[in-house]
């Protein structure tokens, strides 16, 4: 079945800095991927769409220039989190249209910790 | 834009007992429905999905839901719960059209006690 993989399942960093998470489908092409947040016992919130090849699509209330997502390939979309701070600790998801089975894919997320 | 309801926060259910968790979406076109299950700590999980034909769709353990296109609705059931279904269970609807990304509900946290 399809397979997205999502990396690093989780990280440490110090506000200020920057951190990339990786997504990437394994056995099919992602021509739309989309990235979601989850807060400790909350629901799903999309932030965006991202689109192989153009500019991804932000969900209101969604900064852009902090929430960088780039979709260089129909397999890869990253999800920079750019000046980190407390507040962006977050499990964040990504997710890709499979057109199979399930219909959608999700990775294992990532839980982001900035101290 | 399309919302997704689920009325039920936190469910609290004997062992043995019946469920069902409701689920109503507010968009007016073709839409594909959506139940996911999260155990504590670990990810999404697709119980069951609509996407068409016969609105009665059964999911792995044991789980169904119905789609009554009327109502806007996809409510949850099983039968008889076990403690293992302990987990929050999250609705989720898509138009049925291109690459659009799915809306969740905000969730339904299930206790279920021996």
């Known amino acids: 079945g399809a397979v997205v993989s999502q990396h690093p399942s989780w990280v440490i960093c110090k506000s200020g800095t920057s951190v990339k998470i990786e997504c990437r489908s394994l056995d099919f092409q992602a021509t739309t991927m989309f990235w979601y947040r989850q807060f400790p016992k909350q629901s799903l919130m999309l932030m965006a769409t991202s689109n192989e090849g153009s500019k991804a699509t932000y969900e209101q209330g969604v900064e852009k220039d902090k929430f960088l997502i780039n979709h260089a390939s129909l397999t890869l979309s990253t999800l920079t989190v750019t000046s980190a701070h407390p507040e962006d600790s977050s499990f964040y998801i990504c997710?890709?249209?499979?057109?199979?089975?399930?219909?959608?894919?999700f990775g294992s997320g990532t839980r982001l910790t900035v101290v | 834009a399309q919302s997704v309801s689920q009325h039920n926060h936190h469910v609290i259910l004997s062992e043995a007992a019946s469920l069902e968790l409701g689920c109503n979406y507010s968009?007016?076109?073709?839409?594909?429905l959506f139940w996911y299950v999260q155990y504590p700590g670990q990810h999404l999980q697709l119980l069951l999905k609509?996407?068409?034909?016969?609105?009665l769709v059964k999911g792995i353990k044991g789980f169904e839901a119905e789609f009554i296109k009327s109502k806007f609705s996809f409510n949850l059931r099983k039968p008889s719960v076990q403690w293992s279904d302990t987990a929050e269970y999250f609705c989720a609807v898509t138009r049925n059209s291109g690459n659009t990304p799915l809306v969740f509900g905000k969730g339904t946290r299930l206790s279920v006690i021996a």
């Open positions: 609509y996407f068409s034909g016969d609105p």
């Open positions: 968009y007016g076109g073709t839409v594909n």
């Open positions: 997710s890709a249209r499979d057109h199979g089975v399930s219909g959608y894919t």
